[in-house]
């Protein structure tokens, strides 16, 4: 299965909405996480069954889809929000991950 | 707390075997409720499942690797292991090992991952 993640980058100001986008090349239910990663480090999950919010994650993250079309939204950009992000699939092998979403101060 | 340690040699030559090992503290790699994974990033590019493995049940590798992987656990010493057989440039990447829970799959803890450079 294929994610596409789109836009690949973008630039964004603190405070900002962002979205993300992530589309599965065939319908995956709600079986998709999205993580966080910051340069040298490991990926940190966020969210995962698409809209469940990982203990200790912000509220300001929210993730909503289910089938082929899922979205990553961050409410108000904050500074420590700029990072990569990834979305990834959990309901067949190989579990792939998306291309990430590099997310820019503007 | 859960802490993943990968550690291995950081430059491997062509054709050989990569052999990384994941030492887990603060947890038993022999709970039913997690699983075991290993992730891989080439420099300044994406994440790339490689496979997973539970103590008890078969493990899952990605075909793209074309049957060159090995992941196994060794419970005595707390361990999870992974074997690339007949590496080139390609396999040069940070490897990461990761604790999945079995419900949702997801990748909950990560190491801090580990340079691998392929080259003679």
């Known amino acids: 299965i294929q994610l596409t993640q789109s836009p690949s980058s973008l630039s964004a100001s603190v405070g900002d909405r962002v979205t993300i986008t992530c589309r599965a090349s065939?319908?995956?239910?709600?079986?998709l996480a999205w993580y966080q990663q910051k340069p040298g480090k490991a990926p940190n999950l966020l969210i995962y069954?698409?809209?469940t919010l990982q203990s200790g994650v912000p509220s300001r993250f929210s993730g909503s889809g289910s089938g082929t079309d899922f979205t990553l939204t961050i409410s108000s950009l904050q500074p420590e929000d700029f990072a990569t992000y990834y979305c990834q699939q959990l309901i067949s092998y190989p579990l792939t991950f998306g291309g990430g979403t590099k997310v820019e101060i503007k | 707390q859960l802490q993943l340690q990968e550690s291995g040699p950081g430059l491997v030559k062509p054709s050989e075997t990569l052999s990384l090992t994941c030492s887990v503290s603060g947890g038993s790699i022999s709970s039913s409720t997690y699983y075991w994974g290993w992730i891989r990033q080439p420099p300044g590019k994406g994440l790339e499942w490689i496979g997973d493995?539970?103590?008890?049940?078969?493990?899952h590798d990605n075909r793209s690797l074309r049957s060159r992987v090995t992941i196994s656990v060794d419970t005595s010493k707390n361990q999870i292991s992974l074997k690339l057989s007949s590496v080139t440039a390609a396999d040069t990447a940070v490897y990461y090992c990761?604790?999945?829970?079995?419900?949702?799959?997801?990748?909950?803890?990560w190491g801090q991952g580990t340079l691998v450079t392929v080259s003679s």
């Open positions: 069954t698409a809209s």
């Open positions: 493995v539970n103590y008890s049940g078969p493990t």
């Open positions: 990761a604790r999945g829970a079995v419900v949702t799959k997801v990748f909950e803890n």
């Open positions: 065939q319908g995956i239910s709600s079986y």
